[in-house]
């Protein structure tokens, strides 16, 4: 399968301080990149889907302009905590999917545990 | 109520044993199912997908798919305790979007 990485894989912030996460598919072009996030012992809940070059559809309830996201490249999307308060400690996974109109095969990253403290 | 149903377990089977994951769902609409393996503090790994009804076996594993009861099942026989991890169901609309939507995840333990 595909490879995707993600950095950093842990974070510990301060509230009030805003959090780069980026995701990159390491051996394919990823036409839409997937972000997730899961509490423990939950499932994953869809954030937002982001396409290369336009800007992200967000789930419901998901505030857009605390959760940046950012798709530049066919191999980088990045997800901005803005202001991070101790709710929004969580596992952030993303995942890319391949360069197809759809696909259902989506390649996961091995996640980025944020603390916020 | 949820759009899929996961019992989330744990569940904790002997070396060697067949395991029986389940997923069922409520939505008529999806056409692809999906069964990710999740090692703890990882990211989901794609184990099988299906398309609509049917059985699909790769290896130890075999993905069931009963739209008719909206049911579907994850088999792994000759279980290791490499095995022991969350598995979790996921399922996709047929649309352009590619989004999945999660079972809860099953813990399952596999003791040598």
């Known amino acids: 399968g595909a490879v995707v990485s993600q950095h950093p894989s842990r974070v510990i912030c301060k509230s009030g301080t805003s959090v780069k996460i980026e995701c990159r598919s390491l051996?394919?072009?990823?036409?839409?990149m997937f972000w997730y996030r899961q509490f423990p012992k939950q499932s994953l809940m869809l954030m937002a889907t982001?396409?290369?070059?336009?800007?992200?559809?967000?789930e419901q309830g998901v505030e857009k302009d605390k959760f940046l996201i950012n798709h530049a490249s066919l191999t980088l999307s990045t997800l901005t905590v803005t202001s991070a308060h101790p709710e929004d400690s969580s596992f952030y996974i993303c995942?890319?999917?391949?360069?197809?109109?759809?696909?259902?095969?989506?390649?996961f990253g091995p996640g980025t545990r944020l603390t916020v403290t | 109520q949820k759009e899929v149903e996961q019992d989330p377990g744990p569940l904790s089977v002997p070396e060697g044993a067949i395991v029986s994951l389940n997923c069922t769902y409520s939505n008529s609409a999806f056409q692809y199912f999906m069964w990710y393996r999740q090692y703890s503090r990882k990211g989901p790994e794609l184990l099988m997908y299906t398309y609509s009804s049917g059985n699909k076996e790769d290896g130890r594993f075999t993905a069931q798919v009963d739209k008719s009861s909206k049911y579907i099942s994850l088999f792994i026989r000759d279980s290791q305790p490499s095995d022991s991890a969350t598995y979790l169901c996921?399922?996709?609309?047929?649309?352009?979007?590619?989004?999945?939507?999660f079972g809860q995840g099953t813990t399952l333990q596999v003791k040598p």
């Open positions: 982001s396409n290369e070059g336009s800007k992200a559809t967000y």
């Open positions: 995942s890319a999917g391949g360069g197809v109109a759809f696909s259902y095969e989506q390649y």
């Open positions: 051996d394919f072009q990823a036409t839409t």
């Open positions: 996921a399922m996709s609309a047929l649309s352009n979007t590619g989004k999945l939507i």
